[in-house]
């Protein structure tokens, strides 16, 4: 089932949900005030907030974490569902716009396109979380069905296993919970934006509840072609069993579709490394794709099963096991210049596909409890985790007329609609080729499991101590057959095997000093493992070539403290951090790899979240990132083998400054009135800094210049059941840059877009 690419269905499912709140309202009327037991949720899948900091959370979602936020010696930011409300967020990517320090790689170059977050100069796209399982299909995530959002940074493998130092992203479902509630919205936006969503909760009775969540929505982007679009359906449905008892069930299904046209955006300028808006004085509107040839289909398909066992008032058994199949299929026109026809005035139009369907069974069971060992007093999280994941993945090749894969923008691939004008491109142009399924797809398979152990001893109401071990096994291999493109002159494709195995430990070691209940200091250190399969950033890819070699290896030292102000509304965070990853797979010679590349990342971070006041929330923060390539490649393609000029230099999608800062401020009871402001500092898409021409190695970087942008929201409570909001997105209209490639493109931010949102509640 598809959402059709009409503002009108996503209308009608909001007319649709905006007459059966009256029903709602009348249950919940019928219905018992809620007692305290009713507000149970199934352990360890909800992020608490108190109503006076909408801003503000006090625990982190997974039982792994055996303390308070305040008291947990790591960096972890919490998103609540109020600030990606307040700030009219739709997708992980917008959402993730209000945390500093992170950024998002391109696909292409093999890569996937997806959320592919960068934090702390280092990717974290095979680190993303839904409830604490990991999420590894490739795909674009929406918020609908999200109750907040949990970043944590540093090197962090004692939690979840494989990743790359940088940190992780964990989403926190929205459950099941024992009340009555209706809540739906309907956003109206310029850029042909039109969105609908309905949130609705039953009590069934004491200890039965369910919950479904819908959206439907259809978006342009402002500020680029109307022929980039977007039309996206969701569902998320919960059932609960036993809340308030020792034994709790909750059965969970999500569904997610997305049908659009890709965009790859803006090509750089090869003289400058700048993106061609900068310097060539090309429109942003500019759209190089093909309507008639490129496309974008997604789906993910998750259901969970969670139960939950008090064992005794003090120790509860909890484990979640899911399957999930997620599919990508696209086809993007890359704006490539390879061939210098920018310098000519056009573009060529280079096909970029992918075919994958990625299918995942996961198990995490955990065992938390809490006792006294004499006078010490432990928080204890122990469990064990296994995963099988399996994925095809395939491309298609596309046959161009005249045939051929020569990238100069002559006279006949002009007339093929192959190239286009760099400054008057048309996306209906009709293209002439063929597109074909490829039909020699490789299939990747992983298995993983491991076995971790979390303790938070109280030696003293000053002193905590918080301590972590994993270790992991990590399987992989990928084969495919061999056989032949189905090109128009047929191009073979050779047959492959490949397979690795690595078992690997990892801890991480905390001390806490708390001068007052309501702060902490803490100086921590934690270690993480990628095994060379995800180095390169994609999903579990062995090759023959990163077959062989011991897992990468990246630690974090940190240094922070965490307090709360103004009756405990508002915590405000610091931290001094030192992260170093080395044994990166490099080559030496044209024949020759070996483990010794090396890239470190230092700098300090601040931020704030809860209530400055009853009326004032605030929530933001700055990232200053020291990045370095310590040791990089010794060899570079022709016309010689030299050291890496990029050693030395900083990394790349790692900006040195970022600030992010949301606010609101009530008025009169039903009135608020916010905004936002958020600066990223210059960004290279890599550290090959170089490129080769016809008179030896010249270095000219590809990067995205720095940005400010502001954003205004407003709100007015129209009575107890119907609020009005209205935001303006990148109130300036500032042309900044999202992603930065290495080599090809730079995606573009949205221009300025006026969104007007119906919030209904019962």
Same mark, same amino acid.
């Given at each position: 089932?598809?959402?059709?690419?009409?503002?009108?269905?996503?209308?009608?499912?909001?007319?649709?949900?905006?007459?059966?709140?009256?029903?709602?309202?009348?249950?919940?009327?019928?219905?018992?005030?809620?007692?305290?037991?009713?507000?149970?949720?199934?352990?360890?899948?909800?992020?608490?907030?108190?109503?006076?900091?909408?801003?503000?959370?006090?625990?982190?979602?997974?039982?792994?974490?055996?303390?308070?936020?305040?008291?947990?010696?790591?960096?972890?930011?919490?998103?609540?569902?109020?600030?990606?409300?307040?700030?009219?967020?739709?997708?992980?990517?917008?959402?993730?716009?209000?945390?500093?320090?992170?950024?998002?790689?391109?696909?292409?170059?093999?890569?996937?396109?997806?959320? @592919?977050?960068?934090?702390?100069?280092?990717? &974290?796209?095979?680190?993303?979380?839904?409830?604490?399982?990991?999420?590894? =299909?490739?795909?674009?995530?929406?918020?609908?069905?999200?109750?907040?959002?949990?970043?944590?940074?540093?090197?962090?493998?004692?939690?979840?296993?494989?990743?790359?130092?940088?940190?992780?992203?964990?989403?926190?479902?929205?459950?099941?919970?024992?009340?009555?509630?209706?809540?739906?919205?309907? #956003?109206? =936006? /310029?850029?042909?934006?039109?969105?609908?969503?309905?949130?609705?909760?039953?009590?069934?009775?004491? *200890?039965?509840?369910? @919950?479904?969540?819908?959206?439907?929505?259809?978006?342009?982007?402002?500020?680029?072609?109307?022929?980039?679009?977007?039309?996206?359906?969701?569902?998320?449905?919960?059932?609960?069993?036993?809340?308030?008892?020792?034994?709790?069930?909750?059965?969970?299904?999500?569904? #997610?579709?997305?049908?659009?046209?890709?965009?790859?955006?803006?090509?750089?300028?090869?003289?400058?490394?700048?993106?061609?808006?900068?310097?060539?004085?090309?429109?942003?509107?500019?759209?190089?794709?093909?309507?008639?040839?490129?496309?974008?289909?997604?789906?993910?398909?998750?259901?969970?099963?969670?139960?939950? *066992?008090?064992?005794?008032?003090?120790?509860?058994?909890?484990?979640?096991?899911?399957?999930?199949?997620?599919?990508?299929?696209?086809?993007?026109?890359?704006?490539?210049?390879?061939?210098?026809?920018?310098?000519?005035?056009?573009?060529?139009?280079?096909?970029?596909?992918?075919?994958?369907?990625?299918?995942?069974?996961?198990?995490?069971?955990?065992?938390?409890?809490?006792?006294?060992?004499?006078?010490?007093?432990? &928080?204890?999280?122990? =469990?064990?985790?296994?995963?099988?994941?399996?994925?095809?993945?395939?491309?298609?090749?596309?046959?161009?007329?005249?045939?051929?894969?020569?990238?100069?923008?002559?006279?006949?691939?002009?007339?093929?609609?192959?190239?286009? &004008?760099?400054?008057?491109?048309?996306?209906?142009?009709?293209?002439?080729?063929?597109?074909?399924?490829?039909?020699?797809?490789?299939?990747?398979?992983?298995?993983?499991?491991?076995?971790?152990?979390?303790?938070?001893?109280?030696? *003293?109401?000053?002193?905590?101590?918080?301590?972590?071990?994993?270790?992991?096994?990590?399987?992989?291999?990928?084969?495919?057959?061999?056989?032949?493109?189905?090109?128009?002159?047929?191009?073979?494709?050779?047959?492959?095997?490949?397979?690795?195995?690595?078992?690997?430990?990892?801890?991480?070691?905390?001390?806490?000093?708390?001068?007052?209940?309501?702060?902490?200091?803490?100086?921590?250190?934690?270690?993480?493992?990628?095994?060379?399969?995800?180095?390169?950033?994609?999903?579990?890819?062995? /090759?023959?070539?990163?077959?062989?070699?011991?897992?990468?290896?990246?630690? /974090?030292?940190?240094?922070?403290?965490?307090?709360?102000?103004?009756?405990?509304?508002?915590?405000?965070?610091?931290?001094?951090?030192?992260?170093?990853?080395?044994?990166?797979?490099?080559?030496?010679?044209?024949?020759?790899?070996?483990?010794?590349? !090396?890239?470190?990342?230092?700098?300090?971070?601040?931020?704030?979240?809860?209530?400055?006041?009853?009326?004032?929330?605030?929530?933001?923060?700055?990232?200053?990132?020291?990045?370095?390539?310590?040791?990089?490649? #010794?060899?570079?393609?022709?016309?010689?083998?030299?050291?890496?000029?990029?050693?030395?230099?900083?990394?790349?999608?790692?900006?040195?400054?970022?600030?992010?800062?949301?606010?609101?401020?009530?008025?009169?009871? !039903?009135?608020?009135?916010?905004?936002?402001?958020?600066?990223?500092?210059?960004?290279?898409?890599?550290?090959?800094?170089? @490129?080769?021409?016809?008179?030896?190695?010249?270095?000219?970087?590809?990067?995205?210049?720095?940005?400010? @942008?502001?954003?205004?929201?407003?709100?007015?409570?129209?009575?107890?059941?119907?609020?009005?909001?209205?935001?303006?997105?990148?109130?300036?209209?500032?042309?900044?840059?999202?992603?930065?490639?290495?080599? *090809?493109?730079?995606?573009?931010?949205?221009?300025r877009q006026y969104l007007l949102t119906a919030n209904f509640s019962f």
């Amino acid at each position: 089932m598809k959402f059709r690419k009409s503002p009108m269905t996503a209308a009608a499912a909001a007319v649709l949900a905006i007459y059966a709140l009256p029903g709602a309202a009348q249950d919940a009327a019928a219905g018992a005030a809620p007692t305290p037991e009713a507000a149970t949720q199934l352990e360890g899948v909800k992020v608490q907030y108190e109503a006076v900091s909408p801003y503000k959370a006090e625990e982190i979602s997974s039982p792994k974490y055996t303390a308070p936020l305040r008291d947990t010696p790591k960096s972890v930011t919490v998103i609540p569902s109020q600030l990606i409300q307040d700030v009219a967020a739709t997708s992980l990517q917008e959402a993730l716009r209000t945390v500093p320090g992170i950024t998002f790689m391109a696909g292409e170059g093999g890569q996937p396109i997806a959320d @592919r977050p960068v934090i702390r100069g280092l990717n &974290s796209a095979n680190s993303l979380f839904i409830d604490g399982i990991r999420d590894i =299909g490739s795909q674009t995530r929406d918020v609908f069905a999200l109750d907040g959002i949990e970043v944590t940074k540093g090197a962090d493998s004692a939690f979840g296993g494989r990743g790359s130092g940088g940190g992780s992203v964990n989403l926190v479902s929205k459950q099941a919970k024992a009340e009555d509630f209706a809540n739906a919205s309907l #956003l109206l =936006g /310029t850029a042909d934006t039109l969105r609908a969503t309905v949130d609705r909760n039953w009590k069934v009775n004491e *200890h039965t509840a369910a @919950r479904l969540n819908v959206m439907g929505n259809h978006a342009g982007v402002a500020g680029r072609d109307s022929a980039v679009v977007s039309d996206k359906w969701g569902a998320a449905g919960a059932l609960a069993f036993g809340l308030g008892s020792p034994t709790r069930i909750s059965l969970d299904y999500y569904h #997610l579709s997305d049908d659009g046209m890709p965009d790859y955006s803006i090509p750089y300028d090869l003289a400058t490394g700048l993106p061609v808006t900068e310097t060539l004085g090309v429109d942003r509107k500019n759209f190089y794709g093909l309507k008639n040839r490129d496309f974008l289909n997604t789906q993910t398909d998750i259901g969970t099963v969670s139960i939950s *066992h008090d064992l005794s008032p003090a120790t509860t058994l909890s484990s979640s096991t899911r399957y999930g199949i997620s599919s990508n299929d696209y086809l993007v026109s890359n704006p490539d210049d390879s061939a210098g026809n920018v310098a000519n005035g056009l573009v060529y139009r280079s096909p970029k596909s992918r075919i994958s369907e990625t299918e995942t069974f996961a198990n995490l069971t955990t065992l938390s409890t809490r006792f006294d060992t004499g006078f010490i007093k432990h &928080s204890l999280s122990t =469990g064990v985790e296994f995963s099988r994941e399996q994925r095809d993945q395939d491309t298609y090749t596309v046959n161009r007329v005249p045939a051929g894969t020569a990238r100069v923008c002559t006279q006949a691939l002009q007339d093929s609609k192959d190239c286009a &004008s760099l400054y008057n491109p048309n996306p209906n142009d009709l293209w002439l080729g063929q597109v074909l399924p490829t039909n020699t797809p490789t299939h990747f398979t992983t298995t993983a499991g491991a076995l971790f152990a979390f303790d938070t001893l109280e030696l *003293h109401k000053q002193w905590l101590v918080n301590l972590g071990l994993r270790w992991d096994s990590y399987e992989t291999e990928a084969q495919r057959n061999a056989g032949a493109t189905p090109a128009t002159t047929p191009v073979p494709v050779a047959a492959l095997y490949a397979s690795r195995e690595d078992n690997f430990l990892n801890y991480q070691l905390g001390l806490i000093y708390k001068p007052v209940e309501t702060g902490s200091i803490y100086l921590a250190y934690s270690t993480e493992s990628t095994p060379q399969a995800i180095a390169a950033g994609d999903e579990d890819a062995v /090759t023959a070539v990163n077959a062989v070699g011991k897992p990468e290896k990246a630690r /974090t030292a940190e240094l922070g403290a965490k307090w709360e102000l103004f009756g405990q509304r508002l915590l405000l965070t610091g931290a001094l951090f030192d992260t170093e990853r080395k044994d990166a797979l490099l080559q030496l010679d044209t024949t020759t790899y070996q483990q010794v590349g !090396k890239t470190r990342v230092r700098g300090f971070e601040l931020s704030a979240s809860g209530n400055l006041s009853d009326n004032w929330s605030l929530f933001g923060g700055y990232s200053y990132l020291d990045s370095k390539l310590v040791r990089g490649s #010794l060899y570079i393609a022709a016309p010689s083998e030299i050291l890496d000029p990029s050693q030395g230099k900083q990394l790349p999608n790692t900006p040195k400054h970022s600030l992010s800062l949301a606010s609101t401020y009530k008025f009169l009871q !039903k009135y608020s009135v916010g905004g936002g402001a958020y600066y990223v500092s210059e960004v290279y898409g890599s550290t090959q800094t170089t @490129r080769n021409t016809s008179t030896g190695v010249v270095s000219i970087p590809k990067h995205v210049p720095d940005y400010w @942008r502001f954003d205004l929201n407003a709100g007015w409570q129209v009575n107890p059941n119907i609020g009005l909001q209205f935001n303006v997105q990148n109130l300036l209209d500032e042309v900044y840059y999202t992603k930065a490639y290495s080599n *090809h493109y730079a995606a573009l931010g949205t221009g300025r877009q006026y969104l007007l949102t119906a919030n209904f509640s019962f």
